[in-house]
């Protein structure tokens, strides 16, 4: 009983991603970067021996396919590993409104 309510705190590697893309980059970020602020600031625990491929094979799945929508996720097109919050990227994008003139 304890193993199953342990492992239901545990974050995800997504829940890990998003704290760190939210709160320790003002910049998109490459899955060793991330991987790096997880580990340092011991946002998830990790048991098996491959965490990067992990964490990248979740990045990669968010933003392909049928995840798109619904993912909070995004790849910058034409680099080749570099992630941001889907959030962010909408806050940088809103139009600029101006006062009217008097």
Request: hydrophobic share 40%.
């Amino acid at each position: 009983m304890k193993d199953k309510q342990k492992r239901k705190k545990e974050r995800t590697w997504a829940e890990a991603a998003r704290l760190v893309l939210e709160n320790f980059s003002d910049a998109p970020m490459t899955p060793k970067q991330i991987l790096h602020v997880i580990q340092t600031k011991g946002l998830k625990e990790m048991s098996g021996t491959a965490p990067l491929a992990c964490l990248v094979t979740m990045l990669h799945s968010q933003v392909r396919g049928d995840r798109v929508k619904n993912s909070i996720f995004f790849k910058l097109p034409g680099r080749m590993s570099l992630f941001t919050l889907k959030v962010r990227l909408t806050l940088t994008r809103q139009p600029h409104i101006s006062s009217p003139l008097n």
